[in-house]
């Protein structure tokens, strides 16, 4: 595995790039991969182990994000960061498909809304672990107490990455209120069965369906909201839906079931 070091600019901010490439390999299919971290910490250090499997069983240039955190950096900082990663991958690598954890998840999405306004650059397929993806918080498991992925961590995130009450409606921030949700690239979308956020997944997974978007959606059992990013499992289902989207392979019918 060939990992390697680089940076954007965009809009004054430096966007590390973190790259991972198989060895000996030709030309590959790209995928942007975005941390968690509720959208006010996180980094491409922390996401080696899903890098690494998503690169390696693919196979794919895996670019990981490390994307504008709030406060300091609010909506829609991140999204312009994860767009110009778009750009910037897209004359590398392709097709191109994105992916993300908790805030990354919401990042990717957003990335997607954008890149079909703005024509461009093509996504070809997406995969969601555990995302945030719903600022009003109306549609989570309920029963959670305080704690990392918690409700309450959940809005404290919120409020830093949407500071401003009406942002918290715009559709690249609050998907599931979006009317707009056709022509989006195929989506898998991987839950934690008692993950505080798995419903809104879910029913994101549905408005999807509706809107007439190819969706996967796989809950997983015996696994935290945290635990997700680095699950053995829900990372061979997301390699298994981009191997089939990005290169035409066959399901490995054996890595997830």
């Not at 504008?68 to 990663?85: K, M």
């Not at 805030?103 to 995302?131: F, K, N, Y």
Request: aromatic residues 6%.
């Amino acid at each position: 595995m060939e990992r390697s070091r680089t940076s954007l600019k965009v809009e004054g901010r430096e966007v590390p790039l973190c790259l991972y490439r198989p060895a000996d390999s030709g030309p590959l299919p790209g995928v942007l991969y975005f941390h968690g971290g509720g959208f006010t910490s996180g980094s491409v250090e922390d996401v080696e182990v899903p890098a690494m499997a998503l690169a390696e069983s693919i196979p794919a240039l895996v670019v990981a994000v490390g994307y504008a955190l709030a406060p300091a950096h609010p909506f829609p900082a991140a999204v312009e960061d994860a767009h110009a990663a778009a750009l910037w991958l897209a004359e590398r690598a392709g097709p191109l498909g994105v992916a993300g954890h908790d805030a990354g998840g919401h990042v990717a999405v957003s990335l997607t809304l954008l890149a079909r306004d703005r024509g461009g650059p093509e996504i070809a397929a997406q995969a969601l672990l555990g995302p945030m993806l719903d600022p009003s918080l109306t549609r989570v498991a309920h029963g959670e107490k305080g704690g990392e992925g918690s409700v309450t961590d959940c809005a404290r995130c919120y409020r830093a990455y949407l500071p401003e009450a009406a942002l918290r409606l715009h559709p690249y921030a609050a998907p599931l209120e979006s009317r707009r949700l056709g022509r989006l690239p195929p989506i898998m979308i991987a839950t934690a069965q008692n993950d505080v956020l798995r419903p809104e997944a879910e029913s994101y997974a549905a408005r999807l369906i509706d809107a007439g978007v190819p969706t996967e959606v796989t809950r997983f059992a015996g696994v935290t909201h945290a635990g997700l990013a680095q699950h053995a499992p829900a990372l061979a289902a997301a390699a298994d839906f981009f191997r089939r989207r990005l290169t035409g392979a066959h399901p490995d019918t054996s890595s997830h079931r």
